[in-house]
């Protein structure tokens, strides 16, 4: 008999019928014996349509303070209707508000942090046979005001009520029934994967694997907390997410091939090279609150120094406006700017104890003819800046020569 | 400058745009230096939208305390919007749900009642200048569950936190301009009433005036908070609800003419006269649930009598059965049925130092050949029972034989 927290998003829970097949689910786990907490998200479209309600009111920056009391009452609303459809089935089952649970936050409204959760009236309705039904994405603060911990925000709901609880795993219901090495939209052969380890999870959700929110994912990890990603509406094993002692003796060298087209590119060229040069071209880039991601500089010969960063599409032409100013202030020789660049990263903790990772990655894209502009590593991640074109190209080509398809392929062929 | 408290119905806050109005309506009266608490309900629809849900999942009896879960967030969205809206307008405002404020309910989840109502947090945020919006209809029990007060309790809520505050006047806004001395729509000279004091007032509502919810009215008798009727978007004093000693120098005999046409007449005879017959007729009847309205014995030549009472329309084939079978138990000669009755009645503090009202009642109804069956009185109200074709006459005739028309008849013509 294990305790489980399942979290089940907008999509799982998108109509009365959506939320019925969700309490048949629940409703199966616990006849097996399993103590159940469920957290859910507003039903697909709720959220949406209560911000349409607040900036038909004011379309700048409506109150954060009210924004939080508007959007918690989506996830209410779920919980209510999900713990009727559950006693509807014959199981017990309460539902419970951020601010009943005490899902205690600061007060940074719309995106709250966790600090504490109150265990104690959770464990004594479960002791009592309830199936517990927690509103996602809401706490309270200090003070009793409702908080939000931003958009996506279930997936941490769900991840800290698990740590807080002592959870035997966290299981999170998605519209995928796993991760995979890599999209199966670009590559065919690309395969669910078993097992991950946090720190891989990470590096591909920070990739735009989307599974999982980011957040949830280094909750999980701080607190050892087992995840795991499962179809809502499909059976199936999903991937386990997990430490990685606990996978040592199966673990691959590669976990997936992860990319990211949301990237763009700034170079300021002919820099004086001296010291706080970095600081004097970041400084302002994120005073504006413009995220830099990879970083490059070289030394030329001349004393000069070029340097490249990448930053998200959205806030290429922001940085630019800024690094053009800083380029004259620090009579750099000019700023070139291209959003058509693609970043693509090999995955793995496998890394640390395999040498050669980077040479085979280098030599597989050299093989179909990829320049790299820029390359950044990290203990269990290298990735690569190259021309945006080439990115479904790069992807394949690293996934089959890194063996992580359905079929493997033959070494002796590559 | 006084505290008021102010509370908006569904259709008051219908719409984004009905918001915008409120919140000018309340912007005025915090510019012109008054304290305001507003309680708003729920947009119109929204609270039918919710338990239409509920009734996907659960058509005949969904959870009473998840039905509270839910339904309540219609009260918490409009919090937060008109909270917004009132920040638009450069008022500093703030929402609070019924959980926020502490309004503790006992744990009668979908009809619960008001215990006590925590005032600091209130009295702070008031002197701290802000503007307060509360959730209607809605509290909390002991255990910190989400509770409702019962449809149209939001008029209870706003006559609870004036009590609680100490507010100088509680303003009910609605869709009439205040309380009528009868409907309009059968009496064209149907006047306004200035003043009207709680006991009235009680009358006329309970015969089915619908502007106040009773529940409001009694708890601002009980707590003596002066109440005032007024329309939501029209200008004007509307009905100020108080006091009798405080209107005495200009009490009128009778205040208004109300009925009702949601009567049926039943009436069980020749029933053995013995003690205890009353009870053994009405026991079951209350038994099943089915309130009784006018109740009239009398003792026939031969030791037997006829005994009959009026119930709501909707209960009568029911209450029609169970008295069957009393009468049958009782050995009775038989039960008559009849729904096609209505309920006239005067109602009026005056008529308690008034001699001959019931008179001057029964005389203006004999003017016009309409024939009394039931008669029923109380210190403030007299009520007979007629046939249903003749209310509209009835009433008309009562209107003009009290005066309470615009234009006073002369009655040296009556």
Redesign the interface.
Known sequence: MSLIVQKFGGTSVGS?ER??HVADKVARFTREGHRIVVVVSAMSGETNR?IA??H???DRH??P???D??V??GE??T???L???L??RGIKA??Y?G??VRILTDNAHTKARIREIDDQRLHADLDNGYVLVVAGFQGVDEH???TTLGRGGSDTTAVALAAALKADECQIYTDVDGVYTTDPRVVDGARRLDRITFEEMLEMASMGSKVLQIRAVEFAGKYNVPLRVLHSFQEGPGTLITLEDKLKMETPTIAGIAFNRDEAKLTILGVPDMPGVAYKILGPIGDANIEVDVIVQNVADDNTTDFTFTVSRADLPRAEEILDSIAQKLEARGVRADNRIAKVSVVGVGMRSHAGVASQMFAALAEVGINIQMITTSEIKISVIIEEKFLELAVRALHSSFHLGKEPVDESAA
Chains 1, 2 share one sequence.
């Open positions: 009365i939320i019925g209560l309600l607040a038909e009111i004011e409506p109150m303070r009210e924004m009391v508007l918690s009452t209410q609303v919980t209510a209707l713990a009727m459809a006693n509807k309460k539902s508000t601010s009943q009793g005001n409702i």
